[in-house]
């Protein structure tokens, strides 16, 4: 099922605590845009049809990587990318839309996504493997 733009923007905004959908829509899109790059086949294709339209095509058509970001890069590259942004509030950005990505792909879908990041991407999906301590 795909969710609305503003259903999925009202996620956001609630999880991140964002005073106004503009700020949830700026996170959604950085943090989508970096991880469409680190996406491909039919997995991004998947999510992507789960998304809004216009999150779809962000990631789809993403900022390119020239390698696999770690965890932590990406939550540099995404401070790096909103104005403003410390490495902390980019860990928080990138919680409230991945955790909102994840429930809406469903644990199959989510689980796939996560074989092709490096290591460490379960935790900023709010998905922690089982067995292993942050």
Same mark, same amino acid.
């Given at each position: 099922?795909?969710?609305?733009?503003?259903?999925? +923007?009202?996620?956001?905004?609630?999880?991140?605590?964002?005073?106004?959908?503009?700020? =949830?829509?700026?996170?959604?899109?950085? %943090?989508?845009?970096?991880?469409?790059?680190?996406?491909?086949g039919d997995v991004r294709a998947e999510l992507a049809a789960r998304l809004p339209?216009?999150?779809?095509?962000?990631?789809?058509?993403?900022?390119?990587?020239?390698?696999?970001?770690?965890?932590?890069?990406? %939550?540099?590259?995404?401070?790096?990318?909103?104005?403003? =942004?410390?490495?902390?509030?980019?860990?928080?950005?990138?919680?409230? %839309?991945?955790?909102?990505?994840?429930?809406?792909?469903?644990?199959?879908?989510?689980?796939? %996504? +996560?074989?092709?990041?490096?290591?460490?991407?379960?935790?900023?999906?709010?998905?922690?493997?089982?067995?292993?301590?942050?």
């Amino acid at each position: 099922m795909t969710l609305r733009w503003e259903a999925f +923007l009202d996620e956001v905004r609630e999880r991140g605590e964002y005073d106004t959908v503009q700020e =949830a829509e700026r996170a959604a899109r950085t %943090v989508l845009a970096l991880l469409g790059a680190h996406l491909v086949g039919d997995v991004r294709a998947e999510l992507a049809a789960r998304l809004p339209e216009t999150m779809a095509l962000i990631l789809l058509n993403p900022l390119q990587a020239a390698e696999p970001l770690g965890p932590e890069r990406f %939550v540099r590259a995404t401070a790096a990318w909103i104005e403003g =942004a410390t490495e902390a509030t980019a860990l928080w950005d990138i919680g409230a %839309v991945l955790s909102t990505v994840a429930e809406a792909a469903g644990d199959d879908l989510t689980a796939r %996504v +996560l074989l092709q990041l490096p290591p460490g991407y379960d935790l900023l999906f709010g998905r922690p493997t089982a067995g292993e301590r942050p």
